[in-house]
């Protein structure tokens, strides 16, 4: 497709259960990328890859965390037992490289732990 | 090691107006910048890059941006402003290639209202 389509819009989770994030990249596009926006104006990179590979996890709490890109699937972004801290817009978003080509960036899921 | 300060974190015109949002980085490397705007409930949205051709750089919805190297700045600017500019405004700064996502460099972000 011509966007990053991102789903769902809105995730609510009660404290200790399981969230799941979905991403479609643009078609053609290498590279995925997930962000994490906790206070308005704050973005934290988690994690992205080439393809299905991880190419960069610097910024992925590994104990709760995880993600993947399948091929012909969307990404995901899962969360084990969620925090409230873990309550944010989560970001994803595609290139079809890094450092010069910029990112194409979907409209976010909000969740909300409680 | 890079860096992005956006000097303001909120700028109100009025409609019709110029814009000014102002950006000042810092590279050990010849930087890509980019200005991104996002509106409420909204991702962020490319409003234009600069990669190292022409140092003016138009955008879209009538932006534009200079890259000044000797005053290490990249200042957004609009001619006229218009009321659906209202939004928040980064400045991004991006490594080289292959240095990864932790390579891209978010400012704080300059919140853009238009007053009628």
């Known amino acids: 497709g011509e966007e990053v389509a991102q789903t769902p819009k809105h995730l609510v989770r009660g404290e200790g259960q399981k969230a799941k994030l979905y991403c479609a990249p643009i078609?053609?596009?290498?590279?995925v990328f997930w962000y994490q926006q906790v206070l308005k104006n704050e973005f934290k990179f988690l994690i992205s890859?080439?393809?299905?590979?991880?190419?960069?996890e610097t910024g992925m709490p590994k104990e709760r965390f995880s993600a993947k890109c399948l091929p012909n699937s969307p990404c995901s972004l899962e969360i084990q037992a969620t925090k409230l801290e873990d309550s944010a817009v989560y970001f994803c978003?595609?290139?079809?490289?890094?450092?010069?080509?910029?990112?194409?960036f979907g409209n976010g899921t909000r969740l909300t732990v409680t | 090691a890079q860096s992005v300060t956006q000097l303001d974190s909120h700028v109100s015109v009025s409609e019709g107006t110029p814009v000014l949002l102002r950006c000042n980085y810092s590279?050990?490397?010849?930087?890509?910048l980019f200005w991104y705007v996002q509106h409420p409930n909204k991702g962020l949205q490319l409003l234009l890059k600069y990669t190292s051709a022409a140092t003016l750089v138009k955008g879209i919805n009538g932006f534009e941006a200079e890259f000044k190297k000797s005053e290490t700045s990249f200042h957004l600017t609009k001619p006229s402003a218009h009321m659906s500019d209202a939004a928040e405004y980064f400045c991004v700064v991006s490594g080289p290639p292959g240095g990864g996502a932790d390579g891209l460099t978010f400012g704080k972000g300059t919140h853009l209202i238009i007053q009628p």
């Open positions: 078609k053609g596009h290498s590279y």
């Open positions: 890859f080439q393809n299905e590979n991880v190419f960069d």
């Open positions: 978003a595609s290139s079809l490289g890094t450092g010069y080509s910029p990112l194409h």
């Open positions: 590279s050990s490397y010849s930087p890509s």
